[in-house]
């Protein structure tokens, strides 16, 4: 029986300790799906393939596929953490 939480998370980035290598083109690996959770402000998702933009807020996380090309830009004040699981999550 598969958990229903995550196997890791990443710690909470706020504007300024957003690692560079999540606001640049990177992926999932095989078998890995990414939540991304708004816990303070807005953070702009953007999808490579397909191409796609989405506003992320605290009500509205963000979905990332396995191995599906992706970064990420704060829009001003930000705070966000992401869940990785090996499901399909339930958001």
Request: glycine share 6%.
């Amino acid at each position: 029986m598969k958990t229903v939480q995550p196997y890791r998370s990443t710690p909470v980035f706020d504007q300024d300790t957003l690692p560079a290598a999540l606001r640049a083109r990177h992926d999932t690996k095989a078998g890995v799906w990414g939540v991304i959770r708004v816990i303070e402000g807005q953070l702009e998702l953007t999808y490579l393939d397909p191409p796609s933009t989405t506003i992320l807020t605290p009500d509205k996380p963000g979905l990332v596929q396995p191995q599906q090309p992706h970064f990420v830009t704060p829009i001003g004040a930000v705070k966000m953490q992401v869940d990785f699981y090996d499901h399909p999550p339930a958001r």
